[in-house]
């Protein structure tokens, strides 16, 4: 149970927001319960306008859902490139789509009308990359439910007015928020809201934020400093200073997106080591000396006229020769029948000699006329 207190400060903080944000009137343009999904996740920790922009770029250059679901993180983060996360907005854009069209091939989600609020959450909730603010901004807007969506931007600034505590901040539920405003004007108390916390998520210093915040609650720049310093404290123990912490969703898009990698030294990889002067002039010498050795080899093979890789006929074995002597020795031994041939009597007759062939030569070669 909501303590007693916190409804008349509720009542008091919407009177405060009234004199200085209006509520949004761009939703009368959405009217599916797709496109209130999508400007949901658009929406999120950043200002009504910025939204607005970026949804109506999403919806002129892009073709249909389609394109959008198979467009990379790197474009949808150029169409948010306003608002304060386009990488998360790109990833929250995109994930709802690929789980719809995983599961039903199809980008309609109106059947949620038809359903009860407990069995549309159900269903939503089985959609993968839809967060607590964008399930509650399609309840509040699409099904006619009574809720205040709170994203991480609101449950700060309410945390710092007194409006909410740790336990609730972890659990995304105010006690009392819903009680204390009624359900018709739940949607414009919600839009201002939403408006003061984008201004606070954006610049905690904004003038607007600290005179609501002074208004409400004197105590509440106490509160803050003391949840700067509480931030600082965690971050400097995590390993990061406090003025360099960026969100997860910002660390990771050009990783999604297929981006470059940062430059500088990689965590778990030794550095390459450069080789020495000496030995890198000494590479190029040796493959000289082997183009050297390789002509030098080719230009004796020219001049003796014999491949080196054959062998010459003299080293050849005598295996084949033998072979051949003996099959001739086989056949003169063998007995003729009458009449018939002896090859190697009338090869030994016929055949000339080896001094008779030099003989003939030298003849023949006088007998040529100069």
Do not use: C
Request: hydrophobic share 35%.
């Amino acid at each position: 149970m909501s303590p007693p207190s916190r409804v008349p400060q509720f009542a008091r903080l919407q009177q405060l927001l009234a004199k200085h944000y209006r509520p949004d009137k761009s939703a009368e343009d959405r009217t599916t319960v797709l496109e209130h999904l999508i400007f949901a996740a658009l929406l999120e920790n950043a200002p009504h306008a910025a939204a607005s922009e970026a949804f109506r770029r999403l919806r002129t250059e892009f073709f249909d859902w389609n394109e959008i679901r198979v467009s990379t993180l790197r474009d949808l983060s150029e169409i948010a490139a306003e608002l304060p996360d386009p990488g998360g907005a790109a990833l929250r854009i995109k994930q709802p789509l690929q789980s719809l069209f995983e599961s039903t091939y199809s980008f309609d989600l109106e059947g949620l009308r038809k359903l009860t609020i407990n069995q549309a959450l159900e269903r939503i909730d089985k959609i993968k990359g839809v967060t607590p603010f964008m399930r509650s901004y399609v309840v509040q807007h699409a099904l006619g439910g009574h809720t205040i969506p709170l994203d991480d931007a609101a449950l700060a600034v309410l945390f710092v007015a007194g409006l909410a505590d740790e336990s609730e901040m972890r659990t995304r539920s105010v006690a009392g928020l819903e009680r204390a405003i009624p359900k018709n004007k739940g949607i414009v108390f919600a839009a201002m809201l939403h408006d003061w916390a984008a201004a606070f998520y954006a610049d905690r210093r904004d003038p607007t934020v600290v005179k609501i915040l002074k208004d409400l609650d004197a105590n509440s720049l106490q509160r803050l400093q003391a949840w700067e310093r509480q931030i600082a404290a965690a971050s400097a123990t995590a390993g990061h200073p406090a003025e360099a912490v960026v969100s997860v969703s910002e660390r990771s898009a050009p990783e999604m997106s297929g981006g470059a990698e940062p430059k500088g030294k990689r965590r778990g990889r030794k550095p390459r080591v450069k080789a020495p002067d000496d030995a890198a002039e000494a590479k190029p010498a040796v493959k000289t000396s082997d183009r050297e050795s390789a002509a030098a080899s080719e230009a004796k093979t020219a001049s003796d006229g014999m491949p080196r890789s054959k062998p010459a006929e003299s080293d050849r074995p005598t295996k084949d020769r033998s072979r051949a002597e003996s099959g001739k020795k086989a056949a003169s031994k063998r007995p003729r029948k009458s009449g018939e041939h002896n090859p190697a009597k009338g090869a030994s007759k016929s055949a000339p000699t080896g001094k008779s062939q030099r003989g003939d030569a030298r003849k023949s070669a006088r007998r040529k006329p100069r």
